[in-house]
């Protein structure tokens, strides 16, 4: 059973990870999950330490994420709808260095019968690559603005009368 949800959270082509009320990793990841946080193994981990580690740019929302897991666990379920609001859906890690990491976090609740919350599911998708594209186009395209602009005022500049003109032949 455990290797056939493996392969099926494989397939979702996104990482996939769940944690308990303590906020550590159990079950089955996705081989993406793996990837994005450049791990042979997540279990046991702890998701803060996935997400927010060694980041100081980020501490204030691991701290609002510990507030936030231990409200959703506590209020169950039933509360998820306004809970969910509460938790980060992006966060940049390590900003402005060659590691930079674009997540997009996605949060979904795994109850029992019994309508307790045992586990939390996170969905992860790694936006980094669409990220550095689209700055590399608008860089292209900031840098031929400049260019027009710059031609459009070496064109609406006056010339002065009795400056030599050269032909070319």
């Not at 980060?88 to 402005?96: F, Q, T």
């Not at 590691?99 to 980094?128: C, I, K, N, S, Y």
């Not at 602009?149 to 030599?164: D, K």
Request: hydrophobic fraction near 40%.
């Amino acid at each position: 059973f455990r290797l056939r949800v493996g392969e099926l959270l494989d397939n979702m082509r996104q990482g996939v990870l769940a944690f308990d009320k303590d906020g550590l990793v159990e079950g089955p990841t996705s081989r993406q999950a793996l990837s994005i946080f450049a791990r042979a193994d997540l279990g046991g981990s702890d998701v803060r330490e996935l997400l927010f580690a060694g980041d100081v740019t980020l501490m204030g929302e691991r701290d609002n994420f510990d507030m936030w897991l231990a409200a959703a666990f506590e209020a169950g379920p039933d509360h998820w709808d306004e809970l969910s609001d509460l938790t980060p859906k992006k966060i940049v890690k390590n900003a402005g260095e060659d590691a930079e990491q674009h997540l997009e976090l996605e949060f979904r609740p795994v109850a029992t019968d019994d309508g307790v919350l045992r586990r939390v599911m996170l969905l992860v998708h790694d936006e980094t690559e669409r990220v550095k594209l689209e700055r590399a186009a608008k860089e292209k395209d900031d840098a031929h603005r400049k260019e027009v602009l710059e031609l459009r005022r070496l064109a609406a500049t006056p010339r002065r009368v009795g400056a030599p003109c050269y032909v070319v032949s």
